[in-house]
């Protein structure tokens, strides 16, 4: 049974930093590739990025530059990390894997970026 568990979320001000980090049980990053999505107040899920079995990384173009995606494979542990962030950014922030076929979802953390 492979279990996600988003921590690291919180309220921010503008121009602000905040590192969120994806544990996982019941599976190894370091094998599958690790999606970050967001879902802000009455907006549709989105992706966020996605970083690679070989920790090759992809953004969406409204947060290139200011967010990104690693890995600590000897932790087992994923980061999102977001730098200038946005009062648009605020959201919950959720990590997702493809494992053999089926995709498991955390239960998010909520990120607020507010004055």
């Known amino acids: 049974q492979v279990q996600l568990v988003e921590s690291g979320g919180g309220l921010v001000q503008p121009g602000g930093s905040l590192r969120l980090s994806c544990a996982a049980s019941?599976?190894?990053?370091?094998?599958?590739?690790t999606e970050w999505h967001r879902q802000a107040p009455g907006k549709q899920r989105e992706l966020v990025g996605i970083?690679?079995?070989?920790?090759?990384?992809h953004y969406t173009n409204s947060v290139k530059g200011r967010f990104t995606i690693s890995k600590d494979n000897a932790k087992n542990l994923v980061y999102l990390q977001m730098n200038s962030l946005k009062p648009e950014d605020t959201a919950v922030y959720y990590c997702?894997?493809?494992?053999?076929?089926?995709?498991?979802w955390g239960k998010g953390t909520l990120v607020t970026v507010s004055s």
């Open positions: 997702k894997v493809l494992f053999r076929g089926t995709d498991y």
């Open positions: 970083i690679s079995s070989g920790g090759s990384t």
């Open positions: 019941g599976m190894i990053f370091s094998t599958y590739a």
